[in-house]
């Protein structure tokens, strides 16, 4: 019965995303052809997320280590186990930015709205794909835009999730760029949703994320970009307990 009741669920989530993509789609098709589409789009991408979720139950509590100052540009890391965390990170997020990520999500029709326009996909078995993309990122940060990045590069296979490896693509970008990185601890989004839903199917509740202080890469060198990984990756790691 349960798990009857998690694949209904699942399938209202699922027809919410359809029905308010169908809602908004004018407007993002619309805003997605301007030349100034980044923060307009950013904003529609907020309330997509919140209401498609609110509609299913599912909504969405952060807690800070301490006050973000959004006028600043950060890289922003979280781990992966939920498609829930991509709404999570759009309503945490208050200033213009773009996701980098797997180039499967373009032939989905609402990630691949984002990703044909603001977004940046990447192949991440192509390192001239990866060069192209972290170019891409670089041009938009010095626009004054932040990154969000998942440094697992994917949703790990193992359920319950475990944190996987980080990839040191997000590191080696901030230093350069001299920006921070906020982690960010996505405690139990996989518990309303692992993956995409489709295999243990989906539950309303809230997901809890924790926000924590901006890292500061000042003074870092390329050199220190294992080291800054295995950091963020401690942070992360011990509000997922």
């Not at 699942?10 to 407007?27: K, R, T």
């Not at 807690?63 to 991509?86: G, M, Q, T």
């Not at 208050?94 to 032939?107: C, I, V």
């Not at 319950?160 to 601890?185: D, N």
Request: aromatic share 16%; charged share 25%.
């Amino acid at each position: 019965m349960k798990r009857s009741l998690k694949r209904g669920h699942y399938y209202l989530y699922l027809g919410s995303v359809v029905f308010f993509f169908a809602v908004f789609y004018p407007f993002l098709y619309y805003y997605s052809r301007k030349e100034e589409r980044f923060p307009v789009l950013n904003k529609f991408r907020r309330l997509f997320g919140f209401t498609s979720s609110a509609a299913a139950g599912l909504f969405y509590s952060f807690s800070f280590e301490e006050p973000i100052d959004w006028s600043r540009k950060y890289i922003i890391c979280a781990n992966h186990s939920s498609s829930l965390d991509v709404t999570a990170i759009s309503l945490l997020v208050k200033s213009n930015f773009a996701f980098l990520g797997k180039d499967e999500l373009l032939s989905n029709p609402v990630t691949g709205l984002f990703f044909k326009t603001i977004d940046i996909p990447l192949n991440r078995d192509s390192k001239i794909s990866a060069f192209r993309a972290f170019k891409k990122a670089e041009g938009y940060i010095l626009k004054g835009m932040s990154m969000v990045i998942f440094p697992e590069g994917k949703i790990p296979d193992d359920y319950p999730p475990k944190l996987g490896t980080f990839k040191q693509g997000p590191f080696r970008l901030a230093i350069e760029q001299g920006i921070p990185i906020i982690p960010v601890s996505i405690a139990d989004a996989w518990k309303k949703m692992w993956d995409d839903g489709l295999k243990y199917g989906t539950k309303p509740g809230i997901c809890h994320i924790c926000v924590h202080s901006p890292v500061e890469t000042d003074g870092l060198t390329l050199n220190d970009a294992e080291l800054l990984s295995e950091r963020i990756y401690n942070i992360i790691k011990k509000d997922l307990k």
